[in-house]
């Protein structure tokens, strides 16, 4: 159906490429499990470092080169139209470790709720998991933090990715949950993109934010781009949650250049449980016949318009005045091949090259005519033969005589 297509091409099955992809990785895998390890001793020693860090500049600048030596780097666009004064930001969904991405690009708190699992380095940020899913007991948790209070106290914004599900950021977004929509007037929305130059993918349905982690520490880099998009304000008191939340998926897919899809979670749930769709059969490959061009025979080839070189009728000719009795097809046919008029010469009387002899004082190629007394077979090859025999004999005697003449005037 419909949401099943658009799941399997939103959410990956897969970890791993197939193809060129998959042989790179065999050959890459020793120096990624290096990089991993290498990446974990050296993720322990910041933890225990920025754990006493204060917030600041100081300490995102750190996270920044850590991260980057860990193979995360952000980038960022268009964070000038980044308003203080809203304090909800929102975005899309695209693994379950980009609250990392977040602090290290913003200053915010990020949150995640109870059925996203645990998520690691949470100690080295400001990060909440909320005991509610969702629904209005999430929204009255949410109240009650210091940062969604009406005096407007505690950190400066609050990150939000309520998409339902990460996905690859590539060609639909998945529906956003209302609970945050229901806090303030307004939001500004962020559209988050990764790349991921070799290795394994982002995420992959039923993972968690341990392996998400696993293989980004596996991965050569991978890049995260923030975008920072305008303020979208509440229409008052007209404008509902379910509201305000579709105009900011529409305002973050815009940007993406997505479409927001109507799966719902009953849809995505039923996907998760379902094996994979099996990738259509190939039909059976049929045989390739390659069309052959008609057998013609001489006379065909003979009415055939020629559009040979001039030195090569030149040659024709020469040969035709020491074998008048060959068609000149035959004769132009070796010249072709050989390019030498003692070579072709030496070809037909040798007999390599089988013709049928033209009848003496008839020109090259001349017309079939009828006959009105025919002889017998015997008699027609009996007469043939000895004309050939003669026609041979003389030819050879012409060719030795050119021959002879032609020896002597070198050795002069």
């Given at each position: 159906d419909t949401a099943r297509k658009a799941l399997d091409t939103a959410i990956a099955r897969n970890r791993l490429n197939i193809g060129l992809n998959g042989l790179l990785f065999i050959v890459y895998a020793p120096v990624g499990f290096l990089l991993v390890v290498f990446r974990v001793f050296l993720a322990l020693q910041a933890v225990l470092i920025l754990v006493v860090v204060a917030e600041g500049v100081l300490k995102r600048l750190m996270l920044r080169i850590i991260f980057l030596v860990l193979g995360i780097a952000v980038t960022t666009s268009e964070f000038e139209r980044r308003d203080r004064k809203a304090k909800i930001l929102v975005g899309n969904k695209l693994s379950f470790f980009d609250y990392i991405a977040l602090h290290l690009a913003i200053d915010c708190y990020t949150v995640s709720t109870k059925d996203e699992g645990s998520s690691p380095l949470t100690t080295v940020f400001p990060h909440h998991t909320f005991r509610w899913k969702d629904g209005d007991g999430l929204v009255k948790e949410a109240r009650e933090r210091p940062m969604f209070d009406e005096e407007g106290r505690g950190p400066i914004s609050y990150a939000v990715q309520p998409e339902c599900h990460p996905t690859n950021g590539c060609s639909v977004l998945l529906p956003f949950s209302s609970w945050p929509f229901a806090l303030e007037q307004s939001v500004q929305p962020l559209a988050l993109s990764a790349t991921r130059f070799f290795g394994p993918r982002l995420t992959v349905a039923g993972s968690n934010g341990w392996m998400d982690l696993f293989w980004t520490l596996f991965s050569p880099i991978t890049i995260f781009h923030i975008r920072m998009l305008p303020v979208v304000h509440k229409n008052g008191d007209t404008d509902s949650a379910e509201d305000f939340c579709h105009r900011v998926e529409q305002e973050i897919a815009g940007a993406l250049g997505l479409t927001v899809s109507n799966i719902k979670s009953a849809d995505l749930k039923k996907w998760l449980s379902q094996p994979p769709t099996p990738p259509p059969p190939h039909p059976p490959a049929q045989a390739t016949t390659i069309p052959q061009g008609p057998v013609i025979t001489a006379a065909e080839f003979a009415s055939l318009p020629q559009s040979y070189p001039s030195g090569i009728e030149l040659?024709?000719?020469?040969?035709?005045?020491?074998?008048?009795?060959v068609p000149h097809t035959i004769i132009r046919k070796d010249l072709l091949a050989t390019r030498s008029v003692d070579v072709t010469v030496a070809n037909i009387l040798e007999g390599h090259v089988a013709f049928v002899p033209l009848p003496q004082g008839a020109p090259p190629t001349p017309p079939a005519k009828p006959s009105v007394s025919r002889p017998s077979s015997l008699q027609r090859h009996a007469s043939l033969?000895?004309?050939?025999?003669?026609?041979?004999?003389?030819?050879?005697?012409?060719?030795l005589e050119k021959r002879t003449a032609k020896g002597k005037r070198d050795s002069y």
């Open positions: 040659m024709v000719q020469q040969v035709a005045t020491v074998l008048p009795h033969e000895e004309r050939k025999k003669a026609l041979f004999a003389e030819a050879r005697r012409w060719y």
